[in-house]
């Protein structure tokens, strides 16, 4: 698995391409606002594009999605537990003050626990990990988790934003994300890489007792 990451918008928001060198089939992960980079690296190594698979709906997230559905043919795929984030978009940029010129997509398919998403020798499965959103889900392979905004290096997501919970979120991560193998590299939606043994050892967050 050969993974790139995208640094996008004014929210430095994390998108990524995930290959298979051999068939030279690609999965797109969160492509945020102006995806011309993502978009060129598909063209230039000749990828093909099975699925465009989002963790949640808030904007940052989201931005890029008709884009790369126009230019890829991929088909959308999202937690239906998000959808009303999605279908709030317009809200979501006059609360931020984003530049409103943009398409609401589609969702094509729908994210549910167990979900597995493949392409060549890849498998990615969801995991249903709410708590930043309802409908936040993250996606592990052998060796990876993409997290979306569930963990951060040294954080965690937010939860003051429309249907955030820190109860919720913190039994995410403690029922799904950090029974994961210690040496799983973490993919966020902002931010570096961790793992998840660096996590636990020092993500205040993670440790017993802590409330939000």
């Not at 126009?70 to 984030?85: N, S």
């Not at 979120?169 to 973490?186: A, F």
């Amino acid at each position: 698995m050969h993974v790139k990451k995208f640094v996008l918008g004014v929210y430095e928001e994390n998108s990524y391409l995930i290959i298979d060198d051999e068939t030279r089939e690609a999965i797109v992960i969160d492509p945020g606002e102006g995806p011309s980079a993502l978009l060129e690296t598909i063209s230039a190594l000749k990828l093909t594009v099975k699925y465009i698979l989002n963790t949640h709906a808030h904007i940052d997230h989201v931005l890029g999605v008709e884009e790369v559905k126009k230019k890829t043919g991929a088909p959308f795929y999202l937690c239906e537990k998000d959808i009303f984030l999605l279908d709030a978009l317009p809200a979501q940029a006059e609360m931020l003050g984003v530049n409103a010129d943009f398409i609401v997509p589609t969702v094509d398919g729908n994210i549910s626990e167990g979900d597995v998403f493949e392409v060549g020798s890849i498998s990615l499965k969801a995991l249903e990990t709410p708590g930043h959103s309802p409908g936040s889900v993250s996606f592990v392979s052998d060796d990876s988790l993409f997290a979306g905004d569930a963990l951060f290096a040294g954080s965690v997501g937010r939860i003051d934003l429309p249907g955030g919970s820190w109860d919720i979120l913190r039994s995410s991560l403690q029922e799904k994300i950090c029974v994961l193998d210690r040496d799983t590299v973490v993919y966020s939606g902002h931010g570096p890489e961790t793992t998840i043994g660096k996590e636990l050892d020092s993500n205040p967050y993670l440790q017993p007792g802590v409330s939000l």
